[in-house]
């Protein structure tokens, strides 16, 4: 240990193997046994058995009567405190219900966190296409309707880090090429909306809107997804930027201004 209280060696601080613990779960993998965590983490048997008994002490983590872990309520009922997550929300909901019931369509919520982004609400209506998303789950910037509208808006260096990058291609129409990419981020700033069509399922498609804070700085991007060929993205467009816009209003941004960046 060091002088700071911090245990050293070649599976790091404590804290850092306890983040490892909890980054091993996820959509696919939200149970898993004790051997299970510590081959994911690369930590040894003791010290995930260690770590794991720690986290369900203090709730992060539970253990069933299967002896399989699980995300503890504890930890969401933290991460329930984010306000960039939380407040959105709160907010966003009745607008998004309005929009997913006028529809039958989903409508989502989403927010950009580095170079990905994270859905903090989908509303789904009687008749929504099947869609990949989840709260709280992670999907790239490239390929969804918010994903579009985020990175449109995103500082210029993550824009590079992205396009720069490996983009994932879902679907045969997913748009993989730098330069269209950025021709399509272009059009999101000068028509104000996104449109992304089969690009993540082929049977999808989904049109996005910024969402704006009281400083007039895109904090989020809300879309609806629908059937595709049920309805003519442009036709969706001022639906999907007046939901924004209330939204936008309901968080004490400033009138409309132009949408060119």
Known sequence: MTGRGRHTGRTGPVVRRALRLLDAFSARRPELTLSELA????????????????????????????????????????????????????????????????????????????????????????SAVPVLTRVGGRFALTATGVGLVLLAHAPAEVQEDVLGGPIDRYTSRTVTDPARLRHLLAAVRSTGF????????????????????????????????????????????????????????ALGAPPDRPTTR
């Open 39 to 126: 081959r994911h983490t690369g930590l040894p048997l003791a010290t995930a058995h260690r770590l794991v008994t720690e986290l369900c002490a203090w709730g992060a983590v539970e253990r069933g009567a299967d002896g399989r872990y699980r995300v503890g309520l504890r930890l969401w009922e933290l991460g329930a405190l984010a306000p960039r997550g939380q407040g959105l929300r709160e907010r966003a909901l009745p607008f998004l219900e309005d929009l997913a019931q006028i529809t039958g369509e989903n409508a989502q919520l989403a927010v950009r966190e580095g170079s990905e982004l994270v859905f903090i609400e989908r509303v789904a209506g009687p």
């Open 194 to 249: 996104s449109i992304s069509d089969r690009q993540v399922t082929l049977d999808a498609l989904s049109v996005g809107a910024p969402v704006r804070d009281r400083h007039g700085q895109v904090v989020a991007a809300v879309s609806l997804v629908v059937h595709h060929g049920s309805a003519a993205p442009h036709a969706l467009a001022p639906l999907v930027r007046t939901s924004a816009r209330a939204i936008s209003r």
